[in-house]
């Protein structure tokens, strides 16, 4: 076996993640990202101009429960963990936020700075908690991992109640949050900046995602969630790269749940059930499991959803007590259904619908000009 070892070259012991010199196109890659968050930006900006109120609200919350489904995104699709404990972190986040921001309150602090630095305080705190379901989560596979994941779903917000003196029970805590900038007008839509401060958040973690997904981490991600025993013998630790996929994947939760609860200007245990982890779950399946763009589409649809629900009980006419007991159910009876359909007629979810009607869109286009 010595002599074997010695007649091996060195560079065949490398780690495949980590061989081969820089990749010259890491440069273009994050100058394209960063030109993308730009232009989103841009047209979110111009956009909030031209929406109503509400419709500003709508989309900072589409924001906020995009860095949840992101963060799933690259956990379940890109290294292949199911987590059914999200709703938890987003609620660990929020809380998080919320204990802050009332600390502040207390002392008697104001600043443009203390929002920022709760929602970083959120981040860190969740990241915590997910190195720890992380650890745990590493060593576990299939069923016994949903089973952890699920525990913690339901023991988080749990804890909220327990501790009641802290939290406030299920009465939650109160979020205050300083109204937008005297420089912005002062009939400057509250709305429109809340649209704002969300979608700088949203967008910085995106573009740390997306840059995360091309890099090598990207790389090793997807070669555990393809073959663990093939990235092993590759020397990627597949241990390690599944804590550092679910420690991301928490810290955007958290993000997401902080961003909600400064929307939502409080928090409470109800906000976060066990229910908002399976919406998650189903919403990032729906939008397609491959790409961020599909946690996007999922986004969209958990903050559709409730309207259409709405929108459906009215439409029906129904008696107080049965719409309450609708709106109750429905939601998850559309998700099921939707989620049914979109395996059945788009197996990659709705981004890969479009991608693939893009493509023929593309490869019929050269045929006219022929033509």
């Given at each position: 076996?010595?002599?074997?070892?010695?007649a091996?070259?060195?560079?065949?012991?490398v780690?495949?993640?980590?061989?081969?010199?820089?990749?010259?196109?890491?440069?273009?890659?994050?100058?394209?990202?960063?030109?993308?968050?730009?232009?989103?930006?841009l047209?979110?900006?111009?956009?909030?101009?031209?929406?109503?109120?509400?419709?500003?609200?709508?989309?900072?919350?589409?924001?906020?429960?995009?860095?949840?489904?992101?963060g799933?995104?690259?956990?379940?699709?890109?290294n292949?963990?199911?987590?059914?404990?999200?709703?938890?972190?987003?609620?660990?986040?929020?809380?998080?936020?919320?204990?802050?921001?009332?600390?502040?309150?207390?002392?008697?602090?104001?600043?443009?700075?203390?929002?920022?630095?709760?929602?970083?305080?959120?981040?860190?705190?969740?990241?915590?908690?997910?190195?720890v379901?992380?650890?745990?989560?590493a060593?576990?596979?299939?069923?016994?991992?949903?089973?952890?994941?699920?525990?913690?779903?339901?023991?988080?917000?749990?804890?909220?109640?327990?501790?009641?003196?802290?939290?406030?029970?299920?009465?939650?805590?109160?979020?205050?949050?300083?109204?937008?900038?005297?420089?912005?007008?002062?009939y400057?839509?509250?709305?429109?900046?809340?649209?704002?401060?969300?979608?700088?958040a949203?967008?910085?973690?995106?573009?740390?995602?997306a840059?995360?997904?091309?890099?090598?981490?990207?790389?090793?991600?997807?070669?555990?969630?393809?073959?663990?025993?093939?990235?092993?013998?590759?020397?990627?630790?597949?241990?390690?790269?599944?804590?550092?996929?679910?420690?991301?994947?928490?810290?955007?939760?958290?993000?997401?749940?902080?961003?909600l609860?400064?929307?939502?200007?409080?928090?409470?245990?109800?906000?976060?059930?066990?229910?908002?982890?399976?919406?998650?779950?189903?919403?990032?399946?729906?939008?397609?499991?491959?790409?961020?763009?599909?946690?996007?589409?999922?986004?969209?649809l958990?903050?559709?959803?409730?309207?259409?629900?709405h929108?459906?009980?009215d439409?029906?006419?129904?008696?107080?007590?049965?719409?309450?007991?609708?709106?109750?159910?429905?939601?998850?009876?559309?998700?099921g259904?939707?989620?049914?359909?979109?395996?059945?007629?788009?197996?990659?979810?709705?981004?890969?619908?479009?991608?693939?009607?893009?493509?023929?869109?593309?490869?019929?286009?050269?045929?006219?000009?022929?033509?």
């Amino acid at each position: 076996m010595s002599a074997t070892r010695a007649a091996t070259p060195p560079q065949a012991r490398v780690p495949a993640a980590d061989a081969g010199p820089a990749d010259p196109r890491r440069g273009s890659t994050l100058l394209r990202h960063l030109g993308l968050a730009a232009v989103a930006a841009l047209l979110l900006v111009a956009a909030s101009y031209g929406l109503e109120p509400f419709r500003n609200f709508q989309l900072a919350t589409v924001a906020a429960y995009l860095c949840a489904t992101a963060g799933l995104t690259v956990l379940t699709g890109l290294n292949g963990q199911l987590s059914l404990g999200h709703g938890a972190l987003m609620a660990t986040g929020a809380y998080t936020t919320a204990l802050c921001q009332n600390a502040f309150a207390d002392a008697g602090m104001t600043g443009g700075w203390l929002l920022p630095v709760s929602l970083a305080a959120a981040v860190v705190a969740t990241l915590g908690v997910g190195a720890v379901v992380g650890v745990a989560a590493a060593r576990l596979r299939g069923p016994y991992l949903a089973g952890v994941t699920l525990a913690v779903a339901v023991v988080v917000p749990a804890l909220a109640v327990t501790f009641d003196g802290v939290f406030n029970g299920e009465q939650g805590l109160a979020v205050p949050v300083e109204p937008s900038p005297a420089a912005l007008g002062a009939y400057f839509p509250y709305e429109r900046w809340q649209l704002w401060v969300t979608a700088a958040a949203t967008l910085l973690a995106l573009l740390l995602l997306a840059n995360l997904v091309r890099s090598r981490y990207g790389r090793t991600f997807r070669a555990v969630r393809d073959d663990e025993v093939a990235a092993r013998l590759a020397g990627i630790h597949v241990a390690r790269t599944q804590v550092l996929a679910f420690v991301v994947s928490a810290a955007c939760a958290g993000l997401g749940g902080a961003l909600l609860a400064v929307l939502a200007q409080s928090v409470s245990p109800g906000a976060f059930s066990l229910t908002l982890s399976l919406f998650l779950l189903m919403a990032v399946v729906i939008g397609g499991l491959g790409s961020l763009a599909g946690a996007l589409w999922g986004a969209v649809l958990l903050v559709a959803l409730p309207d259409l629900t709405h929108a459906l009980t009215d439409w029906l006419s129904l008696s107080p007590a049965a719409a309450q007991r609708m709106e109750g159910n429905l939601p998850l009876a559309i998700f099921g259904v939707t989620l049914i359909v979109v395996m059945i007629a788009a197996p990659g979810g709705v981004q890969g619908l479009v991608a693939r009607l893009g493509r023929a869109l593309a490869a019929r286009l050269p045929r006219r000009r022929r033509s």
